[in-house]
């Protein structure tokens, strides 16, 4: 019976990688001389942070925000369809989506595109400005960079 080798098993110790080198490079090289800059001041990296955090805050700000009209805009939708005492079903009549994307809009588990918002609307005779518009006034603040301009 005969081994068969691949070519992984082929490497030899004397391979760059395996000598001994630093990731770096070799003393005195240019990529060993990047890593010796000049260090940075300890008030610019806390400015730095500061920043990033901001940035951070002012992007979960969003996300929240996001969330939240998602979530408002599925309730919104459900009470509009119960109340007209309509199925699922009757919507997708209606509307021509399929019930389990209308389901899973009316849960907030997917975002509606605009053209089924659009044909939804056209459904219940509820113009889409207006179904915006509600949304936005549940919301608890408006979206952190729309406040500031």
């Known amino acids: 019976m005969t081994a068969t080798t691949s070519p992984s098993d082929s490497a ?3 391979e760059p990688h ?7 490079g070799p003393v005195g090289s240019k990529a060993a001389s990047r890593s010796s ?9 806390a400015q730095e942070q500061g920043a990033a955090e901001g940035a951070h805050d002012e992007s979960a700000a969003r996300e929240r925000y996001v969330e939240c009209f998602r979530a408002d805009l599925a309730c919104l939708l459900l009470e509009l369809r119960r109340n007209r005492d309509w199925s699922v079903y009757d919507l997708e009549r209606h ?3 399929s019930r ?6 009316e849960r ?7 053209a089924v918002l659009v ?6 005779g509820y113009p889409i400005s207006r179904l ?9 603040e408006p979206w952190p960079s729309c406040a500031t301009q």
Do not use: D, H, N
């Open 108 to 114: 907030a588990v997917t975002e509606p595109s605009m």
């Open 119 to 124: 044909r939804v609307c056209l459904a219940y």
């Open 37 to 45: 800059s000049t260090p940075k001041s300890p008030a610019q990296p």
């Open 100 to 105: 389990s994307t209308l389901s899973r809009i």
């Open 132 to 140: 915006v518009a509600e949304v936005e006034a549940q919301q608890p």
């Open 12 to 14: 030899s110790p004397s």
């Open 18 to 24: 395996e000598t001994g080198t630093t990731p770096t």
């Open 95 to 97: 509307t021509g989506v």
